[in-house]
């Protein structure tokens, strides 16, 4: 998987970039669920900085999401999408590529409706066009992740 940035509203964000330079950003963050009649969940994010500034809405429906739209199966998706475990990065300092790795449980996500989203990151790198929706969404409540340090250049 081709890691473009993360986005941390913490000092520490610090620690990977200047040790392995990693494209990590200080970023003010808020994320927040609140329930909805009868028995649903609202998601909101919102991100703002000088990197990776994010507005996104989801309603979470209760079904699971197996397969996003464009894979050929739950399988494809999981390893492409879901549960990759391999992360290369661009190095802040312009001298070639980091890989990484991290570890989670398989993600059991529940499908969810878009209100609305915006990710500046993908628009700025002309991935989407500015209102694009996405094809598919999904959330989970948490997820515990293992990030293997340090990260290896390539």
């Not at 969810?112 to 990151?121: D, G, K, L, N, T």
């Amino acid at each position: 998987m081709w890691f473009f940035g993360f986005s941390l509203a913490s000092r520490f964000v610090a620690i990977p970039q200047i040790l392995w330079k990693m494209p990590w950003h200080r970023t003010t963050i808020d994320v927040g669920r609140s329930p909805l009649s009868p028995g649903g969940w609202r998601w909101q994010l919102n991100a703002a900085g000088r990197w990776g500034a994010a507005a996104v809405s989801l309603v979470g429906t209760g079904d699971r999401l197996d397969r996003p739209a464009g894979f050929a199966d739950a399988e494809e998706a999981s390893a492409v999408l879901f549960d990759p475990f391999v992360g290369w990065y661009p190095r802040r300092d312009g001298s070639g590529v980091g890989s990484y790795r991290v570890w989670h449980e398989r993600l059991a996500l529940e499908r969810a409706e878009v209100e609305s989203a915006e990710c500046s990151v993908f628009r700025d790198l002309g991935l989407i066009d500015a209102g694009q929706r996405p094809s598919s969404a999904g959330v989970q409540s948490d997820v515990h992740f293992d990030v293997y340090t340090p990260p290896t250049r390539v």
